[in-house]
């Protein structure tokens, strides 16, 4: 199918335009349904340019649904508004598509004070998501990227819990840096490529014909590394992850958690170390030993919270080590489950924030000690929690696709590291221990006395179906995906095949 | 319809019952029964058909490409899988029949019986993997299948921490399966279990001690070997016909089938190993069992000890096979496999009868389960006492019943490849007649002693049909004649075993071990007595039996003292150390600019945010302009 019109610009603009049209004074009810609109149209998309992919593929830059549309930057700075899918952001664009879309689904039924302009922010946050992964200009790329923090902070500042403003100013600071440091990692690249383009495919043919100098390439990765691993929270700047997960609305984490940190593992797999073959390889060893510090470290940090929400936060920031564990590997098999292992994750963590907000309006507390026995009352939202625990521990079935993701990368992992592979492992066990510890506390056994007390003033119910519908959509997704990872590996795969053998040959020379 | 299509049927199956009880019928227990059970008769019927109407056929696809590493999944019905296949649909089958009486006054029925068929799914897809990963992803399923049915009761604490319990030392063991398939990917190429075969054949020196020990981890877990058995006594949590189906008969026993699945990695050292692993879980689970007083603790400590025994046989085969230098193929059946799945399957029949034996007697006392309390069943509840007789004594090794076939192969093996093998797996099998005797003059015999057994009555036949098809299982699974024509292979191959060198040492110790044991135990452990005999007289030696050598309460001590102490110390660390100190001391100190902006930003105000921005985006612009 030949698209009418450009489906990627439509999927960042429409959220944009949903957006300004809800500054304009309208009843509750229409503000909903432009709301729902405007996050409906990039999922609809979403998959659309998944399933047309393939029909749709220019097989000599690789990309697919490729438009250029001039900024008036191209001649003084190389930047243009270049859009299109390869086989690595394909799948985060329909990721990120399907995220957006039950984040704002479970948006519409909160009792948000300005709820107007809670989901306006939150739609210019999904038109920045879509347009980060669309991007195959660097520029946009990371603009797209700042346009998505700057909501981010606003909703954590503004709608925030407990603390939000020291979490908030935390979280600024800290992705504000990590921002601003990948920011001179890509101008480096910029610069010394004598590209004269921020465009990645003008880039990446550059740079294969000249190649970059070793020190350039070291100086330009470690700024990217750092800078990127703030953004997804590598250890040890991972500080700012779950208190800010902690104190964000919850779709605010879902699609943080889920979709906007994928931002750095993204730019590590799809720019980075393609681009920067040398500087990769020197850094990769002490990439690999943060990760460790990810899983391990912060595994068993997230075992000993009493919050669940906190819990869910390490476990989200624990999970992201296999991510790095997988971009350390520099080899096409690594970012490969690095690509599997985002999608699955992206999906399965917003729906674990976003069950953990369905379970605190039934408890009127994260804290675990004061739950208990909540399977009796919400049977429903106790299979789609166990559910979605179940999936980010990466077991078959559930989380079939998380296991992908993680096997593919374990595999990478020993082929390249070797016996490292074994203590990466160990987050299998962990996981396992923290997510069923909860899962007991919350739901099993007799309820707590603060939760019998709870009840004597509110009524506890099951999952609503405004709840049921956003979680649904997750899962169906997670699960699809998981029993049929071909429509994503085929595509993947084939990109990765043109990416990556160019950097194992330059690394050679 | 072709073969593919059938397996995919018969896999199917259960899961689409699962799935139309847990979303239409949750609140309806009689079509949730009735569904489950047309979904088990329906397995049994295609399982007939892929057993008896059936080739033998491999069939694989592809299912997941990246880089170098390609995941083919797929179907593979060989004699094994037959074999397994046949006791999964059959004990399914008869234990869906009982749940009907067992549970019939339980809440939330319909969750039961849909896990119970999300359980039949797993199986199944276990049972006909031709892979490793298609075998890895179904034996997680399983694990996950058992953590749901363990806690059915999740009101109680107990029942909760057992699932927990099982889940993760499930876990535990798979981290190393995981790491085994990983190394065997990268060492033979592939994780199709025939093209592994091919490789090896070609050049047995690709096998590597540690992937043979590692995919043995795996069946550590599930199948409750030293020192991962923790967590199967307490899995008697869950309702009693899951302990039948699925602590006793199928899911604990699937290690057994992985282990003889991948027959041909194993290298002389990992036997070894492996060999004493499975002998000293069948004699430590023996002698544990002397200390329990429950009923169904003591038959899954019988259970442990079996799959020991079954352990053990493996490895004893594969040596001897080895010595010998018999040729590896994945179709070969050698004298490991075949006594291991012989024994696997005669001990699936009077296990998975005994578990029913002791649901009827819980059904029939109102949940009485202490041996001590019970009493004077015989009179009470005469066919479950028949039929409890008929196990018990297969499973003890009598002559003539299944059990002391599936022994007696297991201890010529023992006999032709170690002496110290065989004789302690002789004492494993008087421990059996000892402890189960035991369990048996104390339950049944002498007089009530406590209300439940006064009232003791038997359930109606859903409960006894499926106690008298198992008994007829016990009595005669022993005989290759008992099998039909394509179930036959397994069998008679372990039977042919039974004429092997040192058969009549085998057969005199066997038989020795199954009269001193029952004997000694109808002396010391009289009937009706209310009390121990160890208990009384060896008070010490029953104390650590009773606390199953302490293992357990070191776990606990581990998790409580080590483990979470690390994480709480951990914790604190990343809070206050990085978070705090780190972070804070960083920002504050080694630069002002950052503190100082930190504070605007604390304003939350919208102007600064978006000020931040445009201040961004200028100094990009300069930087770029000033460089062109």
């Known amino acids: 199918m030949i698209f009418p019109f450009d489906p990627l610009l439509l999927a960042i603009v429409a959220p944009l335009a949903a957006a300004l049209l809800l500054i304009a004074p309208l009843p509750e009810r229409v503000v909903k349904a432009i709301a729902a609109?405007?996050?409906?149209?990039?999922?609809?998309?979403?998959?659309?340019?998944?399933?047309?992919?393939?029909?749709?593929?220019?097989?000599?830059?690789?990309?697919?649904?490729?438009?250029?549309?001039?900024?008036?930057?191209?001649?003084?700075?190389?930047?243009?508004?270049?859009?299109?899918?390869?086989?690595?952001?394909?799948?985060?664009?329909?990721?990120?598509?399907?995220?957006?879309?039950?984040?704002?689904?479970?948006?519409?039924?909160?009792?948000?004070?300005?709820?107007?302009?809670?989901?306006?922010?939150?739609?210019?946050?999904?038109?920045?998501?879509?347009?980060?992964?669309?991007?195959?200009?660097?520029?946009?790329?990371?603009?797209?990227?700042?346009?998505?923090?700057?909501?981010?902070?606003?909703?954590?500042?503004?709608?925030?819990?407990?603390?939000?403003?020291?979490?908030?100013?935390?979280?600024?600071?800290?992705?504000?840096?990590?921002?601003?440091?990948?920011?001179?990692?890509?101008?480096?690249?910029?610069?010394?490529?004598?590209?004269?383009?921020?465009?990645?495919?003008?880039?990446?043919?550059?740079?294969?014909?000249?190649?970059?100098?070793?020190?350039?390439?070291?100086?330009?990765?470690?700024?990217?590394?750092?800078?990127?691993?703030?953004?997804?929270?590598?250890?040890?700047?991972?500080?700012?992850?779950?208190?800010?997960?902690?104190?964000?609305?919850?779709?605010?984490?879902?699609?943080?958690?889920?979709?906007?940190?994928?931002?750095?593992?993204?730019?590590?797999?799809?720019?980075?170390?393609?681009?920067?073959?040398?500087?990769?390889?020197?850094?990769?060893?002490?990439?690999?030993?943060?990760?460790?510090?990810?899983?391990?470290?912060?595994?068993?940090?997230?075992?000993?919270?009493?919050?669940?929400?906190?819990?869910?936060?390490?476990?989200?920031?624990?999970?992201?080590?296999?991510?790095?564990?997988?971009?350390?590997?520099?080899?096409?098999?690594?970012?490969?489950?690095?690509?599997?292992?985002?999608?699955?994750?992206?999906?399965?963590?917003?729906?674990?924030?976003?069950?953990?907000?369905?379970?605190?309006?039934?408890?009127?507390?994260?804290?675990?000690?004061?739950?208990?026995?909540?399977?009796?009352?919400?049977?429903?939202?106790?299979?789609?929690?166990?559910?979605?625990?179940?999936?980010?521990?990466?077991?078959?079935?559930?989380?079939?696709?998380?296991?992908?993701?993680?096997?593919?990368?374990?595999?990478?992992?020993?082929?390249?590291?070797?016996?490292?592979?074994?203590?990466?492992?160990?987050?299998?066990?962990?996981?396992?221990?923290?997510?069923?510890?909860?899962?007991?506390?919350?739901?099993?056994?007799?309820?707590?006395?603060?939760?019998?007390?709870?009840?004597?003033?509110?009524?506890?119910?099951?999952?609503?179906?405004?709840?049921?519908?956003?979680?649904?959509?997750?899962?169906?997704?997670?699960?699809?995906?998981?029993?049929?990872?071909?429509?994503?590996?085929?595509?993947?795969?084939?990109?990765?095949?043109?990416?990556?053998?160019?950097?194992?040959?330059?690394?050679?020379? | 319809m072709s073969a593919t299509q059938l397996a995919l049927t018969l896999l199917f199956t259960p899961l689409v019952s699962a799935a139309l009880i847990g979303v239409f019928f949750r609140r309806q227990p009689a079509i949730a029964k009735a569904i489950s059970l047309t979904a088990a008769v329906a397995i049994a019927a295609l399982a007939s058909l892929l057993i008896f109407r059936t080739e033998d056929f491999t069939v694989t696809a592809e299912w997941l490409t990246i880089g170098p590493l390609t995941i083919k999944l797929g179907f593979l019905l060989d004699p094994l899988s037959k074999l397994l296949l046949a006791v999964v649909a059959l004990v399914g089958l008869l234990v869906h029949v009982f749940s009907l009486g067992y549970m019939s006054h339980e809440e939330n029925q319909a969750r039961f019986f849909g896990c119970l068929s999300l359980f039949m799914f797993s199986m199944t897809g276990l049972t006909l993997a031709d892979d490793l990963i298609m075998l890895f992803i179904f034996w997680e399923l399983v694990g996950l299948s058992s953590f749901l049915l363990i806690n059915f009761y999740f009101e109680k604490p107990a029942a909760v921490a057992a699932s927990k319990k099982a889940f993760i030392v499930n876990r535990i063991g798979d981290f190393g399966f995981l790491i085994g398939i990983i190394l065997a990917y990268w060492t033979f190429g592939s994780i199709t279990l025939a093209d592994i075969a091919v490789k090896i054949g070609a050049d047995p020196s690709v096998i590597a001690t540690s992937i043979g020990l590692l995919i043995f981890c795996g069946a550590v877990g599930k199948s409750g070997q030293l020192p991962l058995h923790v967590w199967l006594p307490d899995a008697m949590e869950g309702p009693t016909p899951v302990s039948a189906l699925i602590h006793a008969a199928t899911m604990v026993a699937a290690g057994i089938f992985l282990l003889c699945r991948v027959s041909v990695l194993m290298s002389a050292d990992a036997l070894n190993i492996i060999l004493w692993i499975g002998t000293g879980t069948a004699l430590f689970a023996g002698f544990v069992a002397l200390g329990q007083r429950d009923l169904k603790r003591i038959l899954a400590y019988s259970t442990i000890s079996q799959l020991g025994f079954m352990v053990a046989a493996f490895a004893l085969g594969s040596l001897v096979a080895l010595q010998s230098g018999a040729s590896v193929s994945l179709a070969g059946l050698t004298g490991g496999v075949a006594a291991a799945m012989f024994h696997l399957t005669t001990h699936a029949f009077f296990k998975a009868l005994l578990f029913l034996g002791s649901g009827s007697i819980l059904h029939g006392t109102h949940h009485e389960g202490d041996i001590y309390r019970l009493g004077g069943l015989a009179k009470k509840m005469p066919l479950t006492f028949a039929t409890f007789t008929i196990g018990t004594l297969a499973l003890i090794g009598c002559p003539f019943l299944a059990g002391f076939y599936s022994k007696d192969a297991i201890l010529i093996l023992a006999y032709q490849y170690s002496q110290?093998?065989?004789?302690?797996?002789?004492?494993?099998?008087?421990?059996?007649?000892?402890?189960?005797?035991?369990?048996?003059?104390?339950?049944?015999?002498?007089?009530?002693?406590?209300?439940?057994?006064?009232?003791?009555?038997?359930?109606?036949?859903?409960?006894?049909?499926?106690?008298?098809?198992?008994?007829?299982?016990?009595?005669?699974?022993?005989?290759?004649?008992?099998?039909?024509?394509?179930?036959?292979?397994v069998p008679e191959a372990a039977l042919h075993l039974l004429h092997g060198e040192g058969h009549s040492a085998a057969m005199i110790g066997g038989t020795a071990a199954f009269v001193v044991g029952s004997a000694l135990g109808f002396l010391l452990y009289r009937p009706g007595s209310a009390t121990d005999f160890l208990q009384t007289r060896l008070p010490v030696v029953y104390q650590v039996l009773e606390k199953r050598l302490y293992i357990d309460a070191a776990y606990d001590w581990y998790v409580a003292k080590v483990q979470q102490r690390l994480a709480l110390v951990l914790n604190y660390v990343d809070r206050i150390g990085i978070a705090g100190i780190g972070v804070r001391g960083i920002m504050g100190g080694g630069s002002g600019m950052i503190s100082l902006a930190a504070r605007a930003l604390h304003t939350g105000s919208l102007h600064t945010y978006v000020y931040w921005f445009l201040g961004g985006v200028v100094l990009l612009w300069a930087i770029v302009t000033g460089v062109l």
């Not at chain 1, 690999?288 to 997230?302: D, E, H, K, P």
């Not at chain 1, 994260?366 to 521990?393: C, E, N, R, Y």
């Not at chain 1, 997704?477 to 040959?505: H, I």
């Open chain 2, 420 to 489: 110290p093998v065989f004789f302690c797996l002789l004492l494993g099998a008087f421990l059996t007649a000892f402890y189960m005797t035991r369990l048996w003059t104390t339950a049944f015999l002498g007089k009530a002693r406590s209300e439940g057994a006064e009232h003791a009555h038997e359930g109606g036949p859903l409960l006894v049909v499926p106690l008298a098809v198992l008994a007829v299982g016990s009595l005669f699974a022993g005989y290759a004649w008992f099998y039909p024509e394509a179930l036959r292979d």
């Open chain 1, 37 to 509: 609109l405007g996050f409906l149209v990039p999922a609809v998309l979403g998959f659309l340019t998944w399933w047309h992919y393939g029909a749709n593929l220019d097989a000599g830059t690789g990309y697919a649904f490729r438009t250029v549309y001039d900024t008036g930057l191209r001649d003084a700075l190389g930047i243009s508004l270049h859009l299109g899918l390869n086989g690595i952001s394909m799948p985060m664009f329909l990721m990120s598509g399907v995220v957006g879309l039950a984040a704002g689904l479970y948006a519409l039924q909160t009792k948000a004070e300005r709820l107007r302009f809670y989901l306006g922010l939150l739609l210019v946050m999904q038109g920045g998501l879509m347009g980060v992964f669309a991007s195959v200009d660097i520029f946009f790329f990371y603009f797209f990227h700042e346009f998505a923090l700057i909501a981010t902070f606003l909703m954590v500042g503004l709608w925030g819990g407990k603390d939000r403003s020291y979490a908030a100013m935390n979280m600024t600071i800290y992705l504000t840096l990590g921002a601003m440091l990948s920011l001179l990692g890509f101008i480096l690249i910029y610069i010394k490529s004598g590209a004269e383009s921020f465009d990645l495919i003008v880039l990446r043919h550059e740079i294969a014909q000249q190649g970059l100098s070793g020190v350039a390439q070291n100086y330009a990765f470690g700024l990217l590394m750092i800078g990127l691993g703030i953004l997804v929270s590598l250890f040890p700047f991972h500080t700012w992850a779950p208190l800010g997960y902690g104190a964000a609305p919850s779709s605010v984490s879902m699609l943080h958690a889920g979709v906007l940190k994928k931002f750095g593992l993204y730019g590590l797999v799809q720019i980075a170390v393609p681009l920067l073959p040398a500087g990769s390889a020197a850094w990769a060893p002490a990439l690999a030993w943060l990760a460790l510090g990810n899983i391990v470290i912060l595994g068993l940090v997230a075992m000993a919270q009493r919050d669940l929400k906190q819990m869910v936060g390490y476990g989200s920031v624990m999970h992201v080590g296999y991510g790095f564990l997988g971009v350390a590997c520099l080899n096409a098999l690594g970012a490969g489950g690095v690509v599997l292992f985002m999608v699955a994750h992206g999906l399965s963590v917003s729906l674990l924030f976003l069950l953990t907000t369905s379970i605190y309006h039934r408890t009127g507390t994260f804290d675990m000690d004061d739950m208990g026995g909540l399977v009796k009352k919400a049977p429903v939202l106790a299979a789609f929690f166990l559910t979605a625990i179940l999936a980010s521990i990466g077991l078959p079935g559930p989380g079939l696709l998380n296991f992908w993701g993680e096997l593919t990368i374990f595999m990478a992992t020993y082929e390249h590291f070797g016996w490292l592979v074994v203590p990466a492992l160990l987050g299998v066990v962990i996981s396992a221990i923290y997510g069923l510890r909860a899962m007991g506390k919350v739901f099993y056994g007799q309820p707590s006395a603060a939760f019998l007390k709870h009840q004597e003033s509110n009524v506890v119910t099951d999952l609503r179906w405004n709840e049921r519908i956003p979680a649904l959509l997750l899962i169906l997704t997670l699960v699809g995906f998981g029993v049929w990872p071909r429509t994503l590996s085929e595509p993947l795969n084939k990109t990765l095949g043109e990416v990556y053998p160019a950097s194992a040959a330059a690394v050679q020379k």
